[in-house]
């Protein structure tokens, strides 16, 4: 079991910045791959960003790259998303995820699993909203 508790999320104007935090418990961090999904009012669940086990590898969708900023600190137990430039459209609810069974770093290009059905557990999300 995994459990999971979000932090961080609130209100900005756009170009700003926030930082979510997630923190998890139960078993051992550093042994699963962590995840950030978003979802606004009306839209399906989407794939944000991931990190590997050790923190090494990070993948992100497209309309975030060069934007935010995942990482994790296993020794605290937590996953951060850096968010910077943040625009209107950056709106939503923001869920950690953790999956137990993501891909290994190989030395590679790392790719993790991105649909949401693929993850294990999720915190209750925090919300980000982003105003013009």
């Known amino acids: 079991q995994v459990q999971l508790v979000e932090s961080g999320g609130g209100l900005v104007q756009a170009g700003g910045s926030l930082r979510l935090s997630c923190v998890a418990s139960?078993?051992?961090?550093?042994?699963?791959?962590m995840g950030w999904f978003r979802q606004a009012p009306g839209k399906e669940r989407e794939f944000v960003a991931a990190v590997s086990r050790s923190g090494g590898s990070t993948y992100y969708t497209d309309s975030v790259k060069g934007r935010f900023t995942i990482s994790r600190d296993n020794a605290k137990n937590t996953v951060y998303l850096q968010m910077n430039s943040l625009k209107p459209e950056d709106t939503a609810l923001y869920y950690c995820?953790?999956?137990?069974?993501?891909?290994?770093?190989?030395?590679?290009?790392?790719?993790?699993?991105?649909?949401?059905?693929?993850?294990?557990?999720w915190g209750q999300g925090t919300q980000v909203t982003v105003s013009s």
């Open positions: 995820a953790a999956d137990l069974r993501g891909p290994t770093e190989y030395g590679g290009t790392w790719y993790p699993r991105v649909r949401p059905d693929e993850y294990d557990y």
């Open positions: 139960g078993r051992t961090f550093g042994t699963y791959v």
